[in-house]
């Protein structure tokens, strides 16, 4: 799993530094020519939106898959629960990152939208920042909170794995002393 997440979390971070890359060179957007710039930042973010979104319910699926698995191994050969347990709170380590960046990532595409000169919303910005300067933090912050989220998804990740070989070879030891078949 963590091989799989990794080229999926790696392909969405770029995707968002892409989406943020070309923000930044967006210029005036009611610009003709910066037209082409708005409508493909506009089309990749939301892009990157929905992957991000699949790549964080991947890790929260896979630990509920792999919470399930362990306690029905557990009940069918006796085994203590502190695996399980410890998947457990793997899995509610990683989710308020999860769902702290994908909040982050609607509040983003919300300023982004508020940002365009063509929006009905007319946001002008706050504190004395102009609503682009808004996105753009939003956005800077979105992309640091992502990148931090995945390393934190990609440890537990790692950890469960120990966690379901350790399991995998106590039920191998438990098969072998019984004399069934492994």
């Known amino acids: 799993m963590t091989r ?21 060179n967006i210029g005036d957007p009611r610009t003709l020519e910066s037209q082409s710039l708005v409508s493909w930042h506009l089309l990749l973010a939301l892009t990157g939106l929905v992957f991000a979104a699949l790549v964080h319910a991947l890790v929260l699926t896979y630990f509920m898959g792999t919470g399930r698995w362990m306690e029905d191994v557990s009940k069918a050969y006796q085994l203590e629960d502190r695996w399980r347990l410890e998947c457990q709170r793997l899995k509610y380590r990683v989710l308020p990152w999860m769902t702290g960046c994908l909040l982050l990532l609607l509040i983003t595409i919300g300023f982004g939208a508020a940002a365009d000169p063509a929006a009905r919303l ?17 956005a800077l912050t979105t992309v640091c909170a992502n990148f931090f989220g995945n390393v934190r998804e990609f440890q537990a990740l790692e950890r469960n794995g120990q966690l379901v070989n350790e399991v ?3 039920v191998r030891e438990i098969r072998i002393a019984r004399g069934l078949p492994v």
């Open 122 to 138: 007319g946001f002008s910005g706050m504190a004395g920042l102009s609503a682009s300067t808004w996105h753009l933090l939003v």
């Open 168 to 170: 995998v070879q106590k």
């Open 4 to 24: 799989i997440f990794l080229t999926l979390a790696s392909a969405n971070t770029l995707l968002l530094l892409t989406v943020f890359g070309l923000g930044l």
